[in-house]
């Protein structure tokens, strides 16, 4: 398989790095694949920037840090302005359009979705947004299943919340779905 | 101040990477420091086995994963016999006396304490018992403050979960402070 150098941005509080969890979790448990998930916290997180990293592929990981991904999610502008440039030739830059406005050329494939809005007119609570977009993230590259996340949203959350989980991850894949971007 | 390279290991569900993350983010956030927070995820993940890695120091941090830990949290005896080896000399290896025996002669100061004894005993919901892990091993390092953990603590738990998690964090503070290796 291809090796997935993935990014995810945004700013605390928009649950970045428990998507890149959730994710790289489904990948090793439920997938059979390595996955290497890592945070790093400098001065930026003190301004309320955050990135998280993982890896995932079917051979072992040396290097656990994203230098250039190929697939960066850019939840903030500010964000989408400090790592598009980043981006591996022909990978997949995906970001929020209530949050970012796609205003760089970049040589890969760019797509706003309107994830935020959708699951707040749809749900109602912020809280799942990261989960929308791990929905429209996997419904693009298909780098894990459905069921993988839902196996491990499923061990994590209290029942009462799981159904406004998945309602969230399928907005996201329906969304995808409906890109222009779907992947074949 | 002296670089912390800190290896959390157990089982999937012992919360050692949700313990992880609120470390470093109390590092980060809180204290001023740079962190570095991150897992992987092989073969043995899917054994059930976890470790997760915090590096925090004031300076830069360039290589996130930790070879020689200088404090090593075991909490299974798997887990036990296979990183106690790599603790650095005259590091701290903390274990929970429940799940692991120290049968080992290490170049480190080794400490079983009853932490999730004295959880279930005095709490009863095993979901905390890291966070107890957290408050022993903040009271035995000082690496960060106990305010520290309880901000980021406060904006992560729903608020009536709060009180379950600070009475956690104090009960592993409490046997830290009582033990024989408590720091000066």
Chains 1, 2 share one sequence.
Do not use: W
Not at 23 to 38: I, K, M, W
Not at 152 to 177: D, R, S, T
């Amino acid at each position: 398989m291809e090796r997935y150098r993935i990014v995810f941005s945004g700013s605390g509080g928009q649950g970045v790095v428990t998507a890149s969890i959730i994710l790289a979790e489904a990948a090793a448990l439920h997938e059979g694949l390595n996955a290497v998930q890592s945070q790093s916290y400098g001065p930026e997180a003190r301004g309320g920037a955050t990135r998280a990293d993982v890896i995932i592929s079917d051979r072992a990981i040396r290097f656990p840090k994203v230098n250039q991904p190929n697939v960066l999610i850019c939840l903030t502008q500010e964000a989408y302005n400090k790592y598009s440039g980043t981006i591996r030739p022909g990978g997949l830059l995906l970001t929020d359009s209530h949050f970012v406005k796609l205003e760089r050329k970049v040589d890969a494939r760019q797509l706003g979705l309107g994830m935020y809005k959708k699951v707040m007119d749809e749900i109602g609570k912020p809280v799942v947004f990261n989960i929308c977009v791990l929905g429209a993230m996997i419904g693009l590259t298909h780098v894990v299943s459905t069921e993988s996340i839902m196996k491990v949203l499923g061990g994590k959350i209290p029942p009462g919340f799981l159904e406004m989980n998945q309602k969230a991850l399928e907005i996201g894949l329906q969304l995808a779905e409906g890109s222009p971007l779907k992947s074949k």
